[in-house]
């Protein structure tokens, strides 16, 4: 599959909004009546779409990379990207967002994230962790927000709009908006339009 959607893309990152792989990323996604995809969105052929019990909307000029995954309940605003080998992944019904990710307008999320609403339950010591059960919780991404490569965001966090979120981070709490935040777990540095001198403080 890989071979094909190089070729089909002329090698090129992305599909060409206008091109044959972006038609058929699209007609692969939109196999699931519970997809929605804004006309002027871009999927390539290489990505997974699937709404499992749940439902996914893409916005305007939207792009979803190949390798990338979108599962579950997922809300991806206008002018967002999400990156090569990204995961998302949101839990529950379309009218139940216990476990809904919402990514908001001009998002950029770079390749190999993880965003997944929900965690393993394991209070109960007498029963293996795989059969307790997952506790969904959102993951909120205002607008105007850039995530780094390899960033971990755990469930029930919300990033607040203009944040920046450093490569590499895990974002365990929420960020309030206009901040810098990196680390594991992730910490604000700074607020952006803010100087660190040369010491870092």
């Known amino acids: ?4 959607v190089n070729l089909l893309s002329r090698g090129s990152n992305l599909a060409s909004a206008h091109g044959f792989a972006a038609w058929l990323g699209r007609r692969l996604a939109l196999r699931n009546p519970r997809v929605t ?3 002027d969105a871009v999927i390539s052929p290489g990505a997974l779409i699937s709404p499992r019990n749940g439902a996914i909307e893409i916005g305007s000029q939207s792009v979803i990379s190949h390798g990338a995954i979108i599962a579950g309940n997922v809300r991806i605003g206008n002018d967002s990207s999400v990156q090569n080998y ?3 992944v949101g839990y529950g019904a379309p009218d139940n967002p216990a476990g809904l990710v919402q ?3 001009d998002v950029r999320i770079a390749a190999h994230c993880m965003l997944i609403a929900g965690n393993h339950r394991f209070s109960d010591t007498t029963k293996p962790i ?3 059960g997952i506790e969904p919780k ?3 991404i205002g607008d105007d927000v850039w ?3 390899n960033v971990n965001i755990i469930a029930g966090v919300t ?3 203009g944040c920046v979120i450093g490569a590499g981070s895990v974002v365990t709490h929420d960020i309030a908006p206009m901040s810098v935040a990196v680390g594991s777990p992730a910490r604000v540095i700074k607020k952006r339009g803010e100087r660190i001198d040369s010491h870092g403080e």
């Not at 599959?1 to 094909?4: E, T």
């Open 103 to 105: 990514i908001g307008n």
């Open 159 to 161: 990033i607040g709009a």
């Open 86 to 88: 990204t995961l998302v």
């Open 147 to 149: 995530i780094g490569g």
């Open 37 to 39: 995809i804004a006309p």
């Open 1 to 4: 599959m890989s071979v094909l």
């Open 130 to 132: 795989c059969e307790q």
């Open 138 to 140: 959102p993951i909120v």
